[in-house]
């Protein structure tokens, strides 16, 4: 069989410049990726604060979210459970609970999929999920009306860099219209860029624990 036949045959597969579905240059990909990798390390290290200072931060984004968000009853509102020395908004959560809010959590059901977002209440039974990551147990799956999302990073124009999975990204790209989407973290979480692919969404709000609140 002959392998140099020139009379035609299958057309040219461009797959290979896909990546998660989106038309990019894949050497850039790589080059992003590890730019990220690098930068998630450094900053995940930055977090590791005293205790004092800890305290001190968390308490003043949770004053923060006190002053962007008015709690009312009917509200659905998604946090998430710390992690990796993620500020700890778990008392925000008693508190918009009590306030009449629905708190939601997201709950990884497959990977590589869209989260899904479970009833959280202080009395929530909690089980080990996806990572060990503690999840409601039970609980009705809602579409929240904002989402408060974690921040590894956060560049200039609002772009979070997270934990690496792409699982907000991917999930918020399934709302329309989307919910309003803040993002979270201590002061020392900003860089200049973290080189937006097309499949990353931007926070519409920021919020961190200096007291600086960004909006798009």
């Not at 038309?23 to 998630?40: C, K």
């Amino acid at each position: 069989m002959t392998e140099d036949n020139t009379d035609g045959g299958e057309p040219p597969c461009f797959a290979h410049l896909l990546v998660d579905g989106h038309p990019i240059d894949p050497q850039t990909a790589r080059d992003v990726a590890r730019f990220r990798r690098a930068e998630r390390m450094r900053l995940v290290a930055a977090r590791a604060l005293s205790s004092e200072k800890r305290a001190r931060a968390t308490t003043a984004l949770i004053d923060g979210l006190d002053r962007i968000l008015s709690l009312e009853t009917g509200m659905t509102v998604a946090v998430y459970w710390p992690i990796r020395g993620e500020p700890d908004l778990r008392p925000w959560m008693c508190a918009a609970d009590a306030a009449g809010a629905r708190v939601l959590l997201p709950v990884v059901v497959e990977e590589q999929a869209p989260l899904e977002f479970r009833t959280w209440t202080p009395d929530s039974r909690m089980t080990r999920g996806f990572w060990k990551i503690l999840v409601p147990a039970e609980g009705e799956a809602c579409v929240p009306d904002i989402v408060i999302a974690p921040l590894v990073g956060v560049d200039k124009n609002l772009y979070r860099l997270g934990n690496g999975g792409g699982y907000y990204d991917r999930t918020l790209s399934q709302f329309e219209p989307r919910p309003r989407t803040i993002g979270v973290g201590f002061a020392e979480c900003r860089l200049p860029t973290i080189y937006p692919m097309p499949w990353d969404f931007p926070m519409t709000e920021v919020l961190l624990s200096d007291g600086t609140h960004l909006t798009r």
